[in-house]
């Protein structure tokens, strides 16, 4: 028996052996079509991470701002007043225009005091229909938690202007006795409007998944999961919302990845697919989550799986080129042709593909400058929170500093008085002239003060060191004289010229002498360092503590936002990351470590102010 010779290859088998190559990549492509959606779609999650930091941060910011403001307003003496005299028709009008004038200042809805049975004595919102004045307010948790903790907090849809808002509230003592409750409301609804400019989607929930906060209208007060029958009693006798208007979002959820949830949301409208990313606020008890639309990933993806498509047939496509070659070597010059032809049409179609993909980087690179412009605007507004909450540190011991002076200008005033009665005017204008020295010594106190908390500019420049140094140490001598420190500093002579920011700059050298002072709060008698040291072109300003020093895992991480060595309520962490930021503007750097002898060591050094250096800070 004769062996079967194989078939040889004919042309007339390509269209059957192409077709069945499509056939195959045809269902390998519907088969990984899932993975790669999913794929795209947990890449987009991941991008859109940013975008949610910078919502929460927006929100934590707004709510640590708002929540020291109870607590200094509280201390208007003319408060106290009226709430101990609440008949008053000549000072409650007053009353009411000063809280008016303090809403528009600090940007909030509105503030409002209330006696100790929870009555609305006065309000900013006197002058509405709607007024607050006459109003029982004690259902409101945060009017008993001021009482009892002296710290209220809450959330809720308001009963009387019907508006979104988050109530911080603080008492108002009279010695030692509270007497009444000062409350301050923050306004949500301009987070909601800068949302709806994104293409997310973004929801705030409180811990009963109600949806409080979101730039879908018809979202709000929709809950994510069934509210327990003591949860909805809190809320009716709370009010925190109205029962008839809580609905819940028909959604479905499943978990994506680690962080990421896939959520279906059927409306009226039609189905509507998102991919989550979630954050919480703790202070607040709520959890913000971003929700991103899977339909633009999905198609990029699809449009992703068919250019993979497409390559793998071009490759098919060379494949039975080089079989035609191979099978009809008479028309070899005539393949190569048309061989090159079809190829200059598939780089054609990927110059376009590449065009087009260029076209999509280019518009992702805008929108991560337009991000990190963002970045570096909430970054300034931290900078400002952090000088306001470094004055509330010293404002017991400024109010000290302030009160000596306004005694000592009493008593010159009072003996002036009383040598111009007896006919001695020498003494009455030496008296007179001590008046003014006080007064000189006050405005000192207040311009330091005003430069210190005014918004700093971003333009960097020569800038006098020794003169930010001194205003930084008269700024602190109020908390360095309270905390009975000693300060040792051996000042330069000349005037040295750096690069920098005056404001900032001082900003930096109050929140390293704040540091060092935190460090050494149980020594009887704290001492400070300060040294100048000038070498090759740069200038450093060394501060030394004599605290316990820094540990190994507290150097490494020392300038990472959020860390501190502090205990609990004393400290966010924020102030050596953004004075670490700030001296990097300047083309500087921010160094810690310990000291031999004990203590650490904060090293700020910047560049001398000459041509050549004013040049390259400027080019940098």
Known sequence: MTARRPRPFTISRLPRLLLLGLALMMLAALAVLPRVERYFVIQTAMREEATLRLATQSLRGALARTEVLPGLLAERPILTRILRDPDNQGLVPYANEQLRQSTLTLDVADIWVMDADGLTIAASNYRRDKSFVGRRFDYRPYFRDAIDNGRGRFHALGTTSGQRGYYFAAPILDGTEIVGVIAVKLRLDDFEAAWRESDNTVLVTD???????????????????????????????????????????????????????????????????????????????????????????????????????????????????????????????????????????????????????????????????????????????????????????????????????????????????????????????????????????????????????????????????????DDALELMAPKLKAAGAELRFDRPRAEIQVMGGRVRLQQVLVNLLSNALDAMEHHATPIIEITVHSAGGRHRVDVRDRGPGLDDDALAQLFDPFFTTKSPGKGLGLGLSISYNIVRDFGGTLAARNHPEGGAVFSVDLAAADPDTQEAIAAQ
């Open 207 to 469: 811990q009963n998944a109600v949806v409080f906060l979101s730039d879908r209208e018809d979202w709000r007060f929709a809950t994510l999961r069934a509210i327990p029958d003591g949860a909805l009693e809190t809320i009716a006798a709370t009010r925190q919302y109205p029962l008839d208007r809580l609905h819940p979002l028909d959604a479905t959820r499943e978990a994506l990845a680690p962080g990421h949830d896939l959520v279906t949301v059927r409306a009226p409208g039609g189905t509507e697919d998102y991919v989550t990313n979630t954050a919480l606020i703790a202070s607040a008890g709520w959890q913000v989550m971003l929700l991103t639309p899977t339909r633009p990933a999905i198609l990029q993806a699809r449009q992703s799986l068919a250019l993979a498509v497409l390559g793998l047939m071009f490759a098919g496509l060379v494949a039975v080129l080089y079989l035609q070659r191979r099978a009809r070597l008479v028309e070899r010059l005539e393949q190569q042709r048309r061989y090159r032809e079809q190829l200059e049409r598939r780089v054609a179609e990927r110059t376009a593909d590449l065009n087009d993909a260029n076209a999509r980087l280019m518009q992702e690179v805008e929108e991560r400058k337009s991000t990190e412009d963002r970045l570096r605007r909430t970054q300034t507004e931290l900078v400002q929170a952090g000088k306001l909450a470094a004055l509330g540190q010293m404002s017991a011991a400024l109010s000290h500093e302030f009160n000596q002076p306004l005694a000592a200008v009493k008593a010159y005033a009072e003996n002036a008085a009383t040598f111009l009665d007896r006919d001695r005017p020498a003494e009455a204008r030496d008296n007179i002239g001590l008046i003014s020295q006080m007064a000189d010594r006050m405005a000192s106190i207040s311009k330091h003060l005003r430069n210190f908390a005014r918004r700093p500019q971003d333009k960097i420049g020569a800038v006098p060191l020794l003169a930010v140094l």
